[in-house]
């Protein structure tokens, strides 16, 4: 059969990956067609019709300058999907857009399935009525979605988190800390992990207030977990002379970490399966202002994975205007000792481990779109 896979932002590219080996496992004659990135390109043998670097925009202000390259990039989407005439359009997070995409394709008569979903239900839940339309399967990364969706009366099924099984893999394929800081020209100091997100604006609003909070302590070592698809160049910008490192995963490197300063995202899971202590933290536009608009738009009690999987304070989130460099030294300063804060921390990723389970996320999505086509063809 052939799929056609999109995923917009690096993290659902990492997925994309693992659905596109699993898919073609399963069906050896499996023809996969994709909008994504360098994990999917490894995975399926080809280069993307449009890569996901290109795809990256965050902000009302970067979107509202791109906006005529968001519209080609759109269109360029729904007319390759019509071209591909796929027998199934599978969709990764990126909802702004690939709702859009899913639109077109639904109304030319290609199934749909949506593997990591909207988070509609921390806003926007107005979409959940859309994927209902557009949707035939959603498959989903988080524990707690289902029980939501049948709220709703809509249909969700838990497949796993793909997170536990990647962080697990990269963990053990590791190397050794002397072979790590070799490689890497790194002094053998604790090290601090930075992970100020993928995206360009992401970088230049979070990294200057983590270089500037794990200064505070000269006894660690900062490092920057670069993205392959980020520059040095911006990384030195906003993150001054920290060493930049770079690993086929960000686990490989948290495991030789004291802890880790992180953009709020998959990031604070992946960290939190690599049991490395964190502060989360979102600086955005940095307005008060703006933190009273989000609380009274979400509809959630935390913004973190950890958190809302555990349904419960595990991690510290720093969001806009509490996001700074004393705030962030003071969160990071117990972690970095065996505190109770550390401890309780660890703890919690316990919790978090034994609710998500050790299902095979990719294998079983793979196995539930493939089922549902070949009942599909059976109706035909």
Known sequence: MHY????GEASGDLHGGALATALKTLDTGAVITFIGGNAMSEAVGETPL????DMAFMGFGEVVRNIGRIQSNLRFAKDSVLAAKPDALILIDYPSFNLKVAAKAHKAGIPVYYFIPPKVWAWKKWRLA????????????????PEFYKAEGAEAVYVGNPSVAEVAAEVAAADSRDVFLARHKLRDRPLVALMPGSRQAEIRENLPIM????????QYRGVIIGSSDIPDALYARYGGRLPIVREPHAARILVHCRAALVTSGTATL?????????VAMYHGNGSEMMYKVMKRVLTIPYVTLPNLIANRDIIPELLLHQCTADSAAG???PLLRDTPERNAQLQGYSEISRILGTENAADNAAALIIEDLEKIRKWR
Request: aromatic share 6%.
């Open 4 to 7: 056609f896979i999109i995923a």
């Open 270 to 278: 992946e960290t939190a399966l690599a049991g490395v202590p964190q």
């Open 50 to 53: 449009l890569h996901c670097r």
């Open 331 to 333: 969160h990071l300063g």
């Open 130 to 145: 859309t994927m209902r339309r557009l949707v035939r399967r959603v498959l989903s990364i988080l524990p707690f979605e």
């Open 211 to 218: 270089a500037a909070a794990v200064d505070r302590f000269p």
